[in-house]
């Protein structure tokens, strides 16, 4: 059998030139053949395009369908809640505070010191605790004054009903609050309970908060401890609002 003729150690191969671009071209053209999205080149060696790997059922990326998947509301717990509002205390207390925009939260010395709320720029009060026995002001109290007054005769007790006040008073800090330059003051005896219980309520009917962030965004400015029966009507409310919404 005649021996393959290779060059043996020490002689020159003979020299085979180099291919140009435009032979290469002309090879690729020449040689061009069915494409498929994935063709086998060599054994076991596959060649595909990018909407074949995409096909795969087996990618370990996470598929993704359309817009990204909510997980549901999930409505705190009353023991949650509770230990939301004593940890999150914050550092000092005064007589009134700023909770948002224009509205503020205050105790009875706050609401009794007229020339104080005008100097702060307050246009209504909504006095949460009214009543002979209570915070006993009423628009009386506030005659000759441009402070307009709006009253509700609630106990701090956890079987008092304060929820069915919470759309009314809502609706009239919402308006009072659409007008220019006007500022409301909410508050009770101590201004942590039952006014803090209405405030809450606005937020979560009038600008859309969870229970949890009107909560937080209150305790920002000021200390608050609705009472557990307060805490649960506000559950009851959080719990409306969510599915109402479509979030339950």
């Not at 060059?7 to 040689?31: D, F, H, N």
């Not at 054994?43 to 369908?65: E, T, V, W, Y």
């Not at 007054?149 to 008073?169: C, R, T």
């Amino acid at each position: 059998m005649a021996e393959a003729s290779t060059p043996k150690l020490g002689e020159e191969a003979e020299a085979t030139p180099c291919p140009s671009v435009l032979q290469l071209e002309e090879l690729l053209r020449a040689g061009r053949a069915s494409c498929s999205r994935v063709d086998e080149v060599w054994p076991n060696l596959f060649i595909g395009d990018a909407m074949d790997s995409m096909q795969k059922q087996d990618l370990r990326r996470p598929k993704i369908h359309g817009a990204v998947q909510v997980p549901p509301y999930q409505p705190p717990t009353l023991a949650s809640l509770q230990r939301l509002l004593w940890v999150r205390r914050t550092a000092t207390m005064t007589h009134i505070n700023e909770v948002w925009p224009n509205l503020f939260l205050g105790d009875a010395y706050a609401a009794r010191d007229k020339s104080r709320l005008i100097q702060l720029g307050i246009t209504h009060v909504v006095n949460v605790a009214a009543g002979k026995f209570q915070v006993d002001t009423g628009a009386k109290f506030y005659r000759g004054t441009p402070l307009e007054y709006y009253g509700i005769e609630a106990d701090d007790n956890p079987f008092f009903d304060l929820s069915v006040y919470f759309l009314p008073v809502a609706r009239y800090i919402r308006e009072a609050l659409n007008s220019p330059r006007s500022r409301v003051l909410v508050h009770c005896a101590m201004g942590v309970s039952r006014s803090a219980t209405v405030v809450l309520a606005f937020l979560m009917i009038c600008e859309n908060m969870t229970l949890v962030d009107a909560i937080q965004t209150v305790q920002t400015h000021r200390d608050i401890c609705p009472n557990s029966g307060f805490l649960r009507q506000l559950q009851v409310l959080d719990n409306r609002l969510r599915r109402e919404s479509g979030q339950l």
